[in-house]
């Protein structure tokens, strides 16, 4: 039995003092508030549950200060985006998911749900071991020290009655029967988009879940919607609907252009929705209606996508901040609400984790309280306030993944120079 104790910890029924944690077999076995330390370890700062970060692309992150030179669009991004994934094979996948999700667990990630499309060699041609890529990724996790939550992604068109062509080849299987042959496997699955999956392997891929998560890109372009109304006569959120794709085992990923009979689909299926606020800003997406969904009924959750931040502190605060600039009003999600939705791992398969409670995955976060961005907060606002940087321990199944703000691979930046170049060519 391993024992930590921390002067503040934020516990399901609000934020405690003098709370000693004790930790067995990865689960805590107590939580006592209100006690003296002994000999238990001491924590700094404010003690919060392990982070979820519930979408990820892990080799976006060599596109990150990369794609700004010109402006552009998502279109053209995803032209960057295209490049970097024609170069990856399973060993520069494995070093740059690695770098990747460890830079994840120095900013209080314990799991993450990986939206994992290159399947493939260049020109579609399987691999030898045609899991490679996702061995690759399940190794990268193990090697940082993060849960990892593999969605198998269906990704059959380039486009509405568009084949797939150039990189996207990768992406794909012969059909979506084949898909879900190969997918049999994965903790979830995924649907990329209703511009990549036609609409008649819709409620294959569903059934395919069979109880597991199953995500879906919605509506995150204008365009996209655009199109889904030209070719089916409905918005992605109808024609998921009426392909019996939304339901509580699904989680929509950006939902940021939606009507509202959108918003009240999601709501009442219960559909989750998974906002990856820094990523939408980068991209120049747009400001999606998280009050509206969550006061309809959809469970939110964060994810920080393509990583041109990594920082699960920042995608909670930006939900609250992207409110404010959308309303012109300050509180639309109260200090309590942002939290459950950083510390939301149910998207993941995970519903038991993201509490400092006995009986769960022993997964805490340690954030300092006397940084520069950090002193004089109040424990219980230190999302409004503190960054990534801020974060000084991390528990994983009760094991230290971060002390001291430092990761036990060493030198997260070295990796990420290293794992980047090999994927992008030399960095000029």
């Given at each position: 039995?391993?024992r930590?104790?921390?002067?503040?910890?934020?516990?399901?029924?609000?934020?405690?003092?003098?709370v000693?944690?004790?930790?067995?077999?990865?689960?805590?076995?107590?939580?006592?508030p209100?006690?003296a330390?002994g000999d238990a370890?001491r924590?700094?700062?404010?003690v919060?549950p392990?982070?979820?970060?519930?979408h990820?692309?892990?080799f976006?992150r060599?596109l990150?200060?990369?794609t700004h030179?010109?402006?552009?669009t998502?279109w053209?991004w995803r032209?960057?985006?295209?490049?970097?994934?024609?170069r990856?094979d399973p060993?520069?996948y494995?070093?740059l998911a690695?770098a990747a999700y460890?830079?994840m667990a120095?900013?209080?990630?314990?799991?993450v749900?990986e939206?994992?499309?290159?399947h493939?060699?260049p020109g579609?041609v399987?691999?030898?071991?045609?899991?490679?890529?996702?061995?690759?990724?399940?190794?990268a996790?193990?090697?940082?020290g993060?849960?990892?939550?593999l969605?198998?992604t269906c990704?059959?068109?380039?486009?509405?009655?568009t084949?797939?062509?150039?990189?996207?080849?990768?992406?794909g299987d012969?059909?979506?029967h084949a898909?879900?042959e190969?997918a049999?496997?994965?903790d979830?699955v995924?649907v990329?988009?209703?511009?990549a999956?036609p609409?008649?392997?819709?409620?294959?891929v569903?059934?395919?879940?069979e109880?597991?998560?199953?995500?879906?890109h919605?509506?995150e372009?204008p365009?996209e919607?655009?199109?889904?109304?030209?070719?089916?006569?409905?918005?992605?959120t109808g024609?998921?609907?009426?392909?019996?794709?939304?339901g509580?085992?699904t989680?929509?990923v950006?939902a940021t252009?939606?009507?509202?009979a959108d918003?009240?689909l999601l709501?009442?299926t219960?559909?989750?929705v998974?906002?990856?606020p820094?990523t939408e800003?980068?991209?120049?997406d747009g400001i999606g209606p998280?009050?509206?969904?969550?006061?309809a009924?959809?469970?939110?959750?964060?994810?920080?996508?393509?990583?041109?931040?990594v920082?699960?502190?920042?995608?909670a605060?930006?939900?609250?901040?992207?409110e404010?600039?959308?309303t012109?009003?300050r509180g639309?999600f109260?200090?309590?609400?942002l939290l459950?939705?950083l510390?939301?791992?149910?998207p993941?398969?995970?519903?038991?984790a993201?509490?400092?409670?006995v009986?769960?995955?022993?997964d805490?976060v340690?954030?300092?309280?006397d940084?520069?961005?950090?002193?004089g907060a109040?424990?219980?606002q230190?999302l409004?306030?503190?960054?990534?940087a801020?974060?000084?321990?991390v528990?994983?199944?009760g094991r230290?993944v971060?002390?001291?703000g430092a990761h036990?691979?060493?030198?997260?930046?070295a990796?990420?120079t290293?794992a980047i170049?090999?994927?992008t060519?030399?960095?000029?």
């Amino acid at each position: 039995m391993t024992r930590y104790w921390a002067a503040a910890a934020h516990l399901p029924d609000g934020l405690a003092a003098d709370v000693t944690f004790e930790i067995a077999d990865g689960r805590f076995t107590d939580v006592k508030p209100g006690t003296a330390p002994g000999d238990a370890r001491r924590l700094p700062g404010v003690v919060l549950p392990g982070f979820a970060n519930a979408h990820s692309h892990a080799f976006h992150r060599a596109l990150r200060g990369r794609t700004h030179g010109g402006g552009g669009t998502f279109w053209t991004w995803r032209e960057a985006m295209y490049a970097v994934a024609a170069r990856l094979d399973p060993d520069s996948y494995r070093a740059l998911a690695t770098a990747a999700y460890a830079e994840m667990a120095l900013a209080g990630v314990t799991a993450v749900a990986e939206f994992h499309y290159v399947h493939h060699g260049p020109g579609g041609v399987p691999y030898a071991e045609p899991h490679a890529m996702r061995a690759a990724l399940r190794a990268a996790a193990a090697d940082a020290g993060i849960r990892l939550t593999l969605l198998d992604t269906c990704y059959l068109a380039g486009g509405f009655d568009t084949p797939l062509e150039g990189p996207q080849l990768r992406f794909g299987d012969r059909d979506v029967h084949a898909w879900a042959e190969r997918a049999a496997g994965a903790d979830g699955v995924a649907v990329h988009s209703v511009r990549a999956v036609p609409r008649d392997a819709l409620a294959v891929v569903a059934k395919a879940a069979e109880g597991r998560p199953l995500h879906v890109h919605l509506s995150e372009q204008p365009a996209e919607n655009a199109a889904c109304l030209a070719r089916h006569g409905l918005t992605p959120t109808g024609l998921l609907a009426a392909e019996g794709v939304l339901g509580q085992a699904t989680t929509a990923v950006h939902a940021t252009h939606l009507t509202d009979a959108d918003i009240a689909l999601l709501g009442g299926t219960g559909t989750g929705v998974c906002l990856c606020p820094t990523t939408e800003r980068d991209l120049a997406d747009g400001i999606g209606p998280a009050r509206a969904l969550h006061d309809a009924g959809a469970p939110l959750s964060l994810g920080s996508d393509q990583h041109a931040v990594v920082d699960p502190i920042e995608e909670a605060r930006a939900l609250e901040m992207h409110e404010r600039l959308a309303t012109g009003e300050r509180g639309r999600f109260r200090p309590a609400e942002l939290l459950a939705a950083l510390t939301n791992h149910a998207p993941l398969g995970r519903p038991d984790a993201g509490t400092l409670a006995v009986g769960a995955p022993a997964d805490l976060v340690a954030v300092r309280l006397d940084s520069v961005r950090t002193a004089g907060a109040d424990p219980a606002q230190v999302l409004y306030a503190a960054t990534a940087a801020d974060v000084d321990t991390v528990l994983v199944d009760g094991r230290p993944v971060v002390e001291g703000g430092a990761h036990r691979l060493g030198e997260v930046g070295a990796l990420l120079t290293s794992a980047i170049g090999a994927a992008t060519g030399a960095l000029r």
